[in-house]
């Protein structure tokens, strides 16, 4: 089975923090992407990528960057962390030319 | 700003009663359509997708989609309380290729 992980389960940081969320897929999927999930909101994206080195804008990436320098790792950085980006984070791989994903176990994060 | 549709419910059906869940979306472009079930708590895992119109099923899953009446629904027959859950539907997401999204979720309770 496809194994997304997520570096951390449940993450505090203070405001104006430099926050990074990790994912990493074991199954050499070309597709990654990061989701936001509020009650009442749904889930949001924020960026994803279909191949190293490069990425896209989803619905959502203002007060985010994401960094990915191996096929494997895709990595969600909170540059300035605020109250309003406390949040569930989903990570999600998929293969090439499949749009079913496989989502990782999620970080909740919180931001003081 | 495509939309995915869903009443949030909660639906209540009894147990071995077939469970309805429907889903609209606005992009008549949109190609490819999914349904997740989330458990509180955990993060979504795919159950089906459709490409064409018609009826698919998978064991005790039925998914329908109505491309003219842009309508997707989801049929779950002999409900169990183990089915009670968020039901996520999702379409392609505009100019994404891959990327999914998703509806705010339908909450499904299987009552004993």
């Known amino acids: 089975d496809v194994k997304v992980t997520q570096s951390s389960r449940y993450l505090v940081k203070r405001t104006g923090e430099k926050v990074f969320l990790e994912c990493v897929q074991d199954?050499?999927?070309?597709?990654m992407f990061w989701y936001r999930q509020d009650p009442g909101l749904g889930l949001r994206l924020i960026y994803f990528s279909y191949d190293v080195k490069m990425k896209e804008k989803g619905d959502i990436p203002e007060g985010y960057s994401v960094s990915r320098e191996k096929k494997e790792r895709f990595s969600l950085i909170l540059e300035s962390a605020s109250t309003n980006q406390t949040s569930m984070y989903l990570c999600?791989?998929?293969?090439?030319?499949?749009?079913?994903?496989?989502f990782g176990s999620g970080t909740r994060l919180t931001v003081v | 700003q495509k939309e995915v549709e869903q009443n949030s419910g909660p639906l209540s059906v009894p147990e071995g009663a077939i469970a309805s869940l429907n889903c609209t979306y606005s992009d008549r472009g949109s190609q490819s359509f999914f349904w997740y079930r989330q458990y509180s708590g955990k993060s979504p895992e795919l159950i089906m997708f459709?490409?064409?119109?018609g009826d698919k099923e998978d064991g005790r899953f039925t998914a329908q989609l109505n491309k003219a009446s842009q309508y997707v629904s989801l049929l779950i027959r002999d409900s169990q309380p183990s089915d009670s859950a968020t039901y996520l539907c999702a379409d392609n997401f505009e100019n994404s290729g891959y990327a999914l999204n998703f509806g705010k979720g339908t909450s499904l309770l299987v009552t004993p």
């Open positions: 999600a791989s998929s293969p090439m030319n499949e749009r079913g994903y496989t």
């Open positions: 459709i490409y064409s119109n």
């Open positions: 199954m050499d999927h070309e597709n």
